[in-house]
């Protein structure tokens, strides 16, 4: 019914930036939040960013080096990822937070995850 599909994924050294993806397709009436996790080996996944209508948030880790944007024409939430630090290196997960068409209440959709490396 819907799918949550990421690209953007790869390995960048220190200091380097990557952008990430997102791209919800489906039977979606309508997107309200969106955002980026992710998670490291052995360690719980966390929120990096999200985005409403119009007002980001950002992990404090984050802040100052990562920005998430949306453009709703394309059903397509990003993150560019600057200042890039091996600390980074985790899988990340797409979230879509949507109320598909007829539905009576929206529900989180994830993706698949990509795998980002910060390593020289």
């Known amino acids: 019914q819907v799918q949550v599909v990421e690209s953007g994924g790869g390995l960048v050294q220190p200091g380097g930036s990557l952008r990430l993806s997102c791209v919800a397709s489906?039977?979606?009436?309508?997107?309200?939040?969106m955002g980026w996790y992710r998670q490291a080996p052995g360690k719980p996944r966390e929120l990096v960013a999200t985005?409403?209508?119009?007002?980001?948030n950002y992990a404090d880790s984050v802040k100052g080096r990562f920005t998430i944007s949306r453009d709703n024409a394309k059903n397509t939430v990003y993150l560019q990822m600057n200042s890039l630090k091996p600390e980074d290196t985790a899988v990340y997960y797409c979230?879509?937070?949507?109320?598909?068409?007829?539905?009576?209440?929206?529900?989180?959709?994830w993706g698949q995850g990509t795998q980002v490396t910060v390593s020289s």
């Open positions: 979230n879509v937070d949507l109320l598909v068409y007829r539905g009576t209440v929206p529900y989180d959709y």
């Open positions: 985005i409403t209508s119009d007002n980001p």
């Open positions: 489906g039977n979606i009436f309508k997107i309200y939040t």
